[in-house]
Every structure is written in structure tokens, then in C-alpha cells.
């Protein structure tokens, strides 16, 4: 089952101009594409859209506005507008039941490390392959107990049932180090600010 379920109007007119006359009128322009098909045209409601968004590869069921024809997909590319965090245009890539994808998936760090560490997120996210209707939305990267000196690699990861991991197994995800000393900074910004 879809994460998501969009209604989708076709598109007719094309260029800067139309795509800003749909987003004026509260829709997102966007583009279906893949299976051997022509891309498709269509535009999105624009809020249902940017929630939808929010969660990292969110299985989309792309409705026909009549009822006709639904679709699965994923958002492949997403413009966003950099100012007013809008999004600007959409490209959806069309997936299929049990078919395996490659997807990037945000890695978020879990536990505590020793007690006098710091610790580095080095990637934000790692490549896995996963069946398109069970998309991980995130992983975690357990850092409990890690000691200075140590540190974690995709192929350490726990991944969940069905997905394989993609990225190189010895790329470094986040590593655990001695905390940087400040001290001499902080002197140095106190005989700056008494100097002035």
C-alpha cells in the first residue's frame, strides 16, 4: 500500500510561464516518468505534496484526477525554490510491487558514546536497495559505548529485513574522536576584544 495517495491533473501547456500559473493556483508542476513510458505531465496539489515530501522516500500513488489510472511512485528529483522553500517541480519515478530500487536514505545516529568523546557524522545518508513498496525513511547507526579512536562503517549498519546495502561496505559513516581543546581560542578572543 501507498504511503500517499496524490490526485494528478494533466498538463497541456509547458515552459516558466505555465508551471508559475499552477503554482499560483496552489499546484506543484511535476513529471512521471519510467517503465518504457513517455513522460507524463501532470501537476500535483501542492500542500498534500509538501507533506508528503517531508518523509524521506515516500511511496506516492499518483491518482488520475478521473479515477482511471493509478500509478506507484517515488520523487526522483525536487526542485526547490532556495528563499521561500517552495517547492518548484517534481520528478517522479514510476515503481512497481516487489521491484528492487536504489534509494539514498538519511542515517540517523542512535545511543551514547564513552563519556569524554566527541563524535563526527561523516555521511548523512548511505545507498541501499530495497523492494519500492518498503522504502527504509531512515537508518539508524548505533554509536553506544564507542570508544575514541573508533568508528562506524556502512557495513556496520544494521539494516532492516530486505534491504542490501549499496554504498561501499568500509565507507566511513561517523567516527568517534577526543574532544577538540578551546582554550587557547577563547585567550586569544578575550586579549582581541580588550585590545579594541
Not at 89 to 113: A, K, W, Y
Amino acid at each position: 500500500m501507498a504511503d500517499f495517495k496524490l490526485i494528478a491533473e494533466a498538463r497541456s501547456e509547458f515552459g516558466k510561464g505555465a508551471a508559475r500559473k499552477i503554482r499560483r493556483a496552489g499546484r506543484i508542476p511535476a513529471v512521471v516518468y519510467g517503465h518504457g513510458g513517455d513522460p507524463v505531465h501532470i501537476s500535483l496539489e501542492g500542500h498534500a505534496t509538501m507533506l508528503a515530501l517531508k518523509h524521506a522516500n515516500a511511496l506516492l500513488e499518483i491518482e488520475s484526477t478521473d479515477g482511471s489510472k493509478n500509478v506507484l511512485a517515488i520523487a526522483r528529483d525536487v526542485q526547490i525554490e532556495p528563499v521561500r522553500r517552495e517547492i518548484e517541480h517534481l520528478d517522479l519515478i514510476v515503481v512497481e510491487r516487489g521491484e528492487m530500487i536504489e534509494v539514498d536514505v538519511p542515517i540517523h545516529i542512535v545511543g551514547e558514546p564513552a563519556p569524554g568523546t566527541m563524535i563526527s557524522q561523516e555521511e548523512s545518508t548511505i545507498v541501499v536497495k530495497a523492494d519500492a513498496t518498503k522504502l527504509p525513511e531512515v537508518i539508524e547507526a548505533s554509536i553506544a559505548g564507542r570508544t575514541v579512536g573508533e568508528h562506524v562503517l556502512a557495513k556496520e549498519i544494521e539494516l532492516p529485513a530486505g534491504v542490501k546495502l549499496v554504498s561501499d561496505p568500509e565507507l566511513l559513516v561517523v567516527n568517534v574522536a577526543e574532544p577538540t581543546r578551546e582554550e587557547p581560542e577563547d585567550e586569544t578572543e578575550t586579549d582581541e576584544s580588550e585590545s579594541e
